[in-house]
């Protein structure tokens, strides 16, 4: 089993930072691909990032680019999603999800564990 813990979220003003952070915790060595997806009252579940745990690899929305990076901590097991230049329709809830094998697939149901998500708000 792993464990994962959303950490991070936040009220920060139009055009500021957050941190966002996937701690895994279990049988870590297990995790290939972490996920990034967020929800916005009313609307459907929207894919953010996918980072290839081992490669360092990542895939991004169109919406994020140049915006948002993400990195790692190996010796922390813990993804970061850095999100700069925030914007209003960035906020939602944010949600990381881990998979036991190489993946690229957007849909959460590729995904074998969850974290529980982290809000953020975007004040314009």
């Known amino acids: 089993q792993v464990q994962l813990l959303v950490s991070g979220g936040g009220l920060v003003q139009a055009g500021g930072s957050l941190r966002l952070s996937c701690a895994s915790s279990?049988?870590?060595?297990?995790?290939?691909?972490l996920f990034w997806f967020r929800q916005a009252p009313g609307k459907a579940r929207e894919f953010v990032s996918i980072?290839?745990?081992?490669?360092?690899?990542?895939l991004q929305t169109d919406s994020v680019q140049g915006r948002f990076s993400i990195s790692k901590n190996t010796a922390k097991n813990t993804v970061y999603l850095q999100m700069n230049s925030l914007r209003p329709e960035d906020t939602a809830v944010y949600y990381c999800?881990?998979?036991?094998?190489?993946?690229?697939?957007?849909?959460?149901?590729?995904?074998?564990?969850w974290g529980q998500g982290t809000q953020v708000t975007v004040s314009s």
């Open positions: 999800a881990a998979a036991t094998k190489p993946t690229w697939a957007r849909s959460p149901g590729a995904y074998d564990y």
């Open positions: 279990g049988r870590t060595f297990n995790i290939f691909t």
């Open positions: 980072f290839n745990w081992i490669t360092g690899s990542a």
